[in-house]
């Protein structure tokens, strides 16, 4: 009987539109054999429908509890040496699961981070992809990573069943998948980023959307910080700059609690538009070669990230 490298599980909620596409692509992967496990999270839709027309797909039903317990549901049904993630709005490349799994040739290999495309045209999502591709230069710098997103994450089977996967009490796709990435790390075990492991995704394309999202996001990271304080300070993923930002957007907010409007909010509020000009720089240049559009929208979008990210720290703090 021939070994089973790899088992792809994806959690999906409510994802049918999407589903076929995934399908579809994960079917004219280039390496086999390899199983696809989909965990429907209490789905209200089709998706038990579409799935159920095709072939060779373990399909489960469970009651709706988020995408961190879908996950280790799938995974726990797998039988792969490599458990390979990724999200119902995803469409792999037909290299991606063969890029997942070759760098753990290397024994020392735990877990591997692929990489975001998108096909979108919307102003914003393509400025997310742009906001992604900066922090992949960063991991691309890295010498060692420990963040990896589970839109496209890999895991020895051995490493993630030891450490019981991802932490169920994140409600939602909230920082539950660099958590565990910490844990993994501070295992022993190696995570590498393959920039040529590549799915295709729907980013947020409104504004409010995008906005929404990232306040969500720092709402929760309190909750991922909280048994990994080291990790406040620095990550492989996270831009230095933005943590700068938002601390001088806490100052700029506390000068004006104090009631002190003229020198002091003045200056916070001249170097919280200057840090945005300044570290910005990095991201517009990017941006600048790839789409000119979104390097002229890149700073008032930075400053509103800024902006948001921080009230939903501060609320994730409060509400902790």
């Known amino acids: 009987m021939t070994k089973l490298k790899a088992s792809v599980v994806i959690p999906s909620y409510n994802a049918a539109k999407h589903l ?4 579809e692509s994960l079917s004219s992967q280039t390496i086999k054999p390899f199983e696809i496990i989909i965990v429907d999270d209490g789905s209200t839709d089709d998706t038990e429908k579409i799935v159920k027309k095709y ?9 709706n509890g988020g995408p961190a317990k879908a996950r280790n549901f799938g995974a726990l049904k ?11 709005d995803c469409t792999p490349d037909k290299n991606w699961l063969s890029e997942m799994t070759k ?3 290397d024994k020392k290999v735990g877990g591997v981070q692929g990489a975001y495309k998108t096909k979108q045209k919307e102003l914003v999502a393509r400025f997310s992809q742009i906001e992604i591709e900066e922090r992949y230069e960063r991991m691309k710098a890295a010498k060692d990573i420990d963040w990896v997103g589970s839109y496209s994450a890999a895991y020895r ?8 996967g991802f932490d169920e009490s994140f409600p939602i796709a909230s920082g539950e998948d660099p958590e565990l990435s910490y844990r993994v790390e501070k295992e022993g075990w190696k995570l590498v980023f393959n ?10 394309h409104s504004l409010r959307k995008y906005l929404k999202t990232k306040f969500f996001r720092a709402y929760y990271r309190p909750k991922m910080y909280a048994g990994h304080k080291e990790k406040m300070l620095n990550d492989s993923y996270t831009p230095q700059a933005l943590k700068f930002q938002i601390i001088l957007f806490y100052l700029m907010i506390l000068s004006l609690i104090l009631m002190i409007f003229n020198v002091i ?6 170097l919280f538009l200057a840090t945005h000009i300044v570290l910005g720089t990095k991201l517009f240049n990017l941006a600048w070669k790839k789409d000119k559009l979104v390097a002229l929208a890149s700073m008032p979008l930075l400053i ?4 948001v990210f921080g009230t939903g720290l501060i609320w994730g703090m409060v509400k902790k």
């Open 20 to 23: 076929p596409t995934l399908i």
């Open 55 to 63: 072939k060779l797909i373990k399909y489960f039903k469970k009651k």
């Open 78 to 88: 797998s039988k792969g040496e490599i458990i390979v993630f990724t999200d119902s």
């Open 103 to 105: 760098p753990f040739s």
């Open 157 to 164: 089977a051995e490493v993630f069943k030891k450490l019981k």
């Open 195 to 204: 920039s040529k492991a590549i799915v295709y995704h729907i980013h947020p």
């Open 265 to 270: 909010f003045g200056c916070f509020f001249g």
């Open 304 to 307: 509103l990230r800024s902006v």
